[in-house]
């Protein structure tokens, strides 16, 4: 079994032949040797052959072997290799050097055949519980690459030990260029420095609790801010002393924009909802009296007159200025409902609101010849605010003046389980489909025959229903031309039900 176990890789560096030789012997029964016999070339082996141990000599013609350990330990792809100097050179200065250069043992030549095996061993082992620690590193590591959020490890004094993947795309930056820079004074505003110092401070001295989500500013490359949200918990050694800080970032700075940019919007809205507001007020005061004024004199004009001529345009007039009052009233009327979010319930009686509307239009009924069929079977008491008087008349004003060219409007209040269904049903000159699907539009401009709609009252129909929490619609009318409309409407708690035949 033990031949299954991978060897181990030793470079072999010295300018003499028969030195390399000899240490081959030693070591090719239990180990790989490849060999290198000047400075350059130990340098080129260890690159690119990644050796797991070197037996360096120290003086050879082209660098030494001071050199090369200096060059092999500064370089992140060779540093973890171990390196025994091998040399006849035994005064302190030397070793000195040897350590300040990165050394990790001496032998002496001539090389003792035990104590070349014995350090050998002893740095192999070394080597491999190394780069089980290494792989377990790059390991955790590709964790952290893959991750979605930004992973940053600081030292006590704030100097970046560890920065992933994500955390480097985030910034724009290498993870060369992050490692070992202060966090604060090349990654933080000028402006905010003050404030992360601060609270820094504060969480290795546990003045605050770690795991508390902060959002901070950190600078790109390029210069432009980016918001993180941080969760931060404190690293401790051994010991239980803090040696640093683990963060976990999201980069939110898109949402942070979006929250800004509804926040301004919201903004907007009040002030266009306040003007929206002024301009109701001027429109029911300093619109809706002076027309409420000249209607008044113009039937006082009419009353005195006796001039057919003069009557018929005082008449005009008189229909000119109603016309803007309805308007004004159920522009104002259908703003104030689109600003409402709710509106308040009690138990209203459907049929009592069915008849007075027929009451109030009498006029224009008996105008029109129309005749109204409603068969009272009620009371149908239902869940509604008194806005719903308003959708009966504003439907029964919609079939009188379109529907005038009928014999007759039909009303019907239908059980539809846990709703009334309201139905008015005219036999005029109906609505297109084209338009049925946009009838409901606030100043759709609608044109039956000759006559023109402006669509707000069946607008603030809509709005009025869909605060009920109801259904609105239009249909053809089934049984001949003309139109049907109707609405539904919560049935109340107590509805009792008795026939009326009229």
């Known amino acids: 079994m033990d031949n299954l176990k991978p060897r181990f890789t030793i470079l072999v560096v010295d300018d003499e032949q028969a030195n390399v030789e000899l240490l081959e012997a030693y070591l090719h029964f239990e180990y790989d040797v490849i060999t290198a016999f000047n400075g350059f070339e130990a340098i080129e082996n260890a690159r690119k052959k990644k050796p797991d141990l070197i037996l360096l000599d120290i003086m050879m013609p082209d660098i030494n072997g001071f050199e090369v350990c200096k060059v092999l330990k500064g370089s992140k792809d060779t540093a973890h290799i171990p390196i025994i100097m091998v040399t006849a050179l035994s005064n302190r200065d030397d070793r000195a050097h040897a350590i300040e ?4 043992d001496f032998l002496s030549k001539p090389v003792d055949r035990l104590s070349l095996k014995t350090r050998v061993n002893s740095l192999l082992r070394l080597k491999a519980l190394q780069d089980e620690i290494l792989r377990e590193r790059d390991q955790a590591q590709n964790y952290l690459d893959v991750a979605g959020a930004m992973f940053l ?26 490692i070992g820079k202060n966090w604060v004074d090349h990654f933080i505003p000028a402006y905010l420095r003050d404030e992360v110092n601060k609270r820094h401070y504060d969480l290795i001295t546990s003045s605050i609790p770690a795991n508390t989500l902060v959002e901070d500013t950190c600078l790109t490359r390029q210069g432009t801010e980016k918001v993180i949200r941080w969760n931060t918990v404190l690293l401790r050694n051994t010991a239980g002393n803090i040696i640093g800080t683990l963060s976990s970032g999201e980069d939110i700075t898109s949402r942070k924009e979006a929250e800004n940019r509804l926040q301004e919007y919201a903004r907007d809205l009040k002030r266009s909802n306040e003007l929206k507001d002024l301009f109701i007020d001027i429109m029911s005061h300093d619109i809706l009296n002076p027309a409420g004024v000249a209607r008044g004199f113009t039937e006082i004009l009419q009353s005195m007159e006796t001039d057919q001529d003069k009557l018929h345009k005082l008449g005009i007039v008189e229909k000119s200025i109603s016309k803007i009052l309805d308007t004004i009233t159920s522009a104002a009327n259908l703003a104030r409902l689109e600003s409402a979010e709710e509106i308040e319930f009690m138990e209203l009686d459907l049929n009592s609101m069915i008849l007075e509307a027929i009451d109030a239009y009498k006029h224009e009924i008996l105008a029109t010849g129309l005749k109204i069929e409603y068969r009272e079977s009620g009371p149908y008491y239902a869940k509604a605010n008194p806005l719903i008087g308003g959708v009966i008349m504003n439907l029964l004003s919609n079939a009188l003046k379109y529907g005038s060219k009928g014999e007759k409007i039909i009303i019907k209040v239908e059980d539809a389980d846990k709703e009334w269904k309201v139905v008015l049903t005219d036999f005029g000159c109906g609505i297109s489909d084209a338009d049925k699907s946009s009838v409901f539009q606030r100043f759709k401009r609608l044109t039956v025959g000759d006559i023109q709609g402006y669509g707000l009252g069946l607008a603030i129909v809509k709005r009025t229903i869909d605060l009920h929490g109801g259904r609105v619609g239009v249909e053809n009318n089934p049984d001949a031309s003309g139109t049907q409309f109707w609405f539904t409407v919560k049935k109340g708690l107590v509805s009792p039900r008795f026939e009326i035949i009229c």
Request: with cysteine; aromatic share 4%; glycine share 10%.
């Open 101 to 104: 250069v990165g050394t990790d």
């Open 153 to 178: 490890v600081l030292d006590t004094e704030k100097h970046v030990k560890l920065i992933n993947r994500k955390g480097c795309e985030i910034l724009g930056y290498t993870e060369e260029e992050v």
